[in-house]
């Protein structure tokens, strides 16, 4: 998990299927850690994703 903090911010907002939010990059590492309890193997072969840019 150490790489993660290099590709994110620590202020990331990840909206989840089940309607969850998490608000800062810690939360999202232990969410992740879940995730590879469960998958230990869960390489990602695509990836789709979407920026968006708040303006105030």
Do not use: C, W
């Amino acid at each position: 998990m150490g790489s993660i903090k290099k590709k994110h911010s620590n202020n990331i907002i990840v909206h989840y299927p089940d309607g969850h939010i998490t608000k800062d990059l810690n939360d999202r590492i232990t969410e992740l850690k879940k995730s590879f309890v469960f998958a230990s193997d869960s390489r990602i072969k695509k990836v789709k994703m979407q920026m968006v840019t708040i303006l105030h």
